[in-house]
């Protein structure tokens, strides 16, 4: 069973940057790939990035694109999502996801590892 763990969180002024850190430990599977959502209060939970392991292929939220970047450090089993230029906007708690099946990147249930969470806020 993959478990995954977020930090990085914490809160910034709009235009800031922060960095988020998901590490994955346990039983973690060839091929894994590895999300970032967000979710506020109210809303469902919304896909902000992805990346494959296997090619490196990764895909963006239209919000996120030129601003945010996914990153992966395979040896360090632990993705990354840069944030730059944030905005208020981008508040929400952030989560990581991986171990995923077959299914659109952008769909939950697509991912079988959650980690818990982490908060982001941004100012203005």
């Known amino acids: 069973q993959v478990q995954l763990e977020e930090s990085g969180g914490g809160s910034a002024q709009a235009g800031g940057s922060l960095r988020l850190s998901c590490a994955a430990s346990g039983n973690t599977p060839n091929g894994v790939c590895m999300a970032w959502f967000r979710q506020v209060p109210g809303k469902q939970r919304e896909g902000v990035a992805y990346?494959?392991?296997?090619?490196?292929?990764?895909h963006y939220a239209d919000h996120a694109k030129r601003r945010f970047t996914i990153s992966l450090d395979a040896a360090k089993k632990t993705a990354y999502l840069q944030m730059n230029r944030l905005k208020p906007e981008d508040s929400a708690m952030y989560y990581c996801?991986?171990?995923?099946?077959?299914?659109?990147?952008?769909?939950?249930?697509?991912?079988?590892?959650w980690g818990q969470g982490t908060q982001v806020t941004v100012s203005s």
């Open positions: 996801a991986g171990h995923c099946r077959d299914g659109d990147w952008r769909d939950p249930t697509t991912y079988q590892a």
């Open positions: 990346i494959g392991l296997r090619f490196g292929s990764t």
